[in-house]
């Protein structure tokens, strides 16, 4: 059985006339009595009574009316299902982002894929650090990440989306607060607050390489899991803390200042990544709806 024998019992259903029946299927009376004998056949029984002048349904034929109906429309379903996978129009997606200087990034790309593309969903993974989810993307366990990295595994194809530079919170209370930008020489004995030690994280390792080329180790006197507790902290004139542009224009932190440092390396891309070897039709669409969200930066 499939689908034709289905929609030539139907048709004669509701016709009950082998003659106008085969005429609405654009096929003659002897194939359209063969596809409903091999039907009954297969279904061991009789769905129609035939006399020269009339063609009734039987109890049985009456009883597949809503079976074949339902029958043909999963197969409708189904079609159209793949034919929208096809096209990228559904699938599921797995979207991995680190801390908030990609928070109203993500809102604002989820907004426009659910408003174009309803039938794709974005699962969200959030993360302290940008290494793990480059990881994760290489290994196949997330499709597609923003983040920070000096640094990306062959398989992985990125795109810039932003670039970043640093800046100092500080309490707003903080004697530097006011500055345009400050240098890191002149935060030699300030006391900072930064994220764990972590291979590959931008803002530490610069601050680092920073401060040793003006003379002097930082002093860490607190370290936070996330940027979150980081700027609570902040708020509460524990320390200050290096950290990227986009960040405040994130959130909004009333007891903090956000100021430019001086950087001789300049800024660094924000980039979006995911495999090379992807060939999924939704990741195509939603590649191509950020990059109309936020189109590469002019260097």
Not at 22 to 49: C, W
Not at 150 to 165: G, K, L, Y
């Amino acid at each position: 059985m499939d689908t034709k024998h289905f929609r030539a019992f139907l048709v004669l259903a509701e016709e009950l006339h082998f003659g106008r029946a085969a005429e609405r299927l654009h096929i003659t009376q002897p194939p359209l009595s063969r596809l409903i004998r091999s039907l009954e056949v297969e279904l061991s029984a009789q769905l129609f009574e035939r006399s020269t002048r009339s063609v009734r349904l039987t109890p049985a034929g009456q009883a597949l009316i809503e079976p074949a109906r339902d029958i043909l429309m999963s197969h409708r379903l189904a079609d159209s299902a793949v034919q929208a996978a096809g096209k990228g129009e559904v699938g599921h997606l797995r979207l991995g982002f680190t801390g908030i200087a990609t928070h109203k990034l993500i809102g604002r790309l989820l907004k426009l894929v659910r408003s174009t593309h309803p039938g794709i969903h974005l699962s969200l993974q959030s993360a302290s650090f940008a290494l793990p989810a480059i990881d994760s993307v290489a290994d196949g366990s997330m499709d597609l990440a923003f983040g920070l990295w000096p640094f990306v595994p062959q398989s992985i194809e990125t795109r810039i989306v932003a670039q970043e530079s640093l800046v100092v919170a500080m309490h707003r209370e903080h004697a530097l607060a006011d500055r345009e930008s400050v240098s890191m020489s002149e935060l030699e004995g300030e006391d900072f607050i930064t994220l764990p030690p972590n291979p590959g994280s931008t803002t530490i390792e610069r601050l680092y390489a920073l401060s040793q080329a003006a003379g002097f180790n930082p002093t860490v006197i607190q370290v936070a899991p996330d940027t979150w507790t980081i700027l609570s902290l902040v708020g509460a004139e524990i320390g200050c803390s290096v950290t990227v542009s986009s960040v405040p224009q994130n959130a909004s932190f009333p007891n903090i200042a956000f100021v430019p440092l001086k950087d001789p390396k300049g800024p660094f891309p924000l980039l979006m990544a995911w495999r090379r070897n992807d060939v999924s039709p939704a990741l195509a669409e939603v590649l191509r709806l950020a990059h109309q969200l936020c189109p590469t930066p002019v260097p």
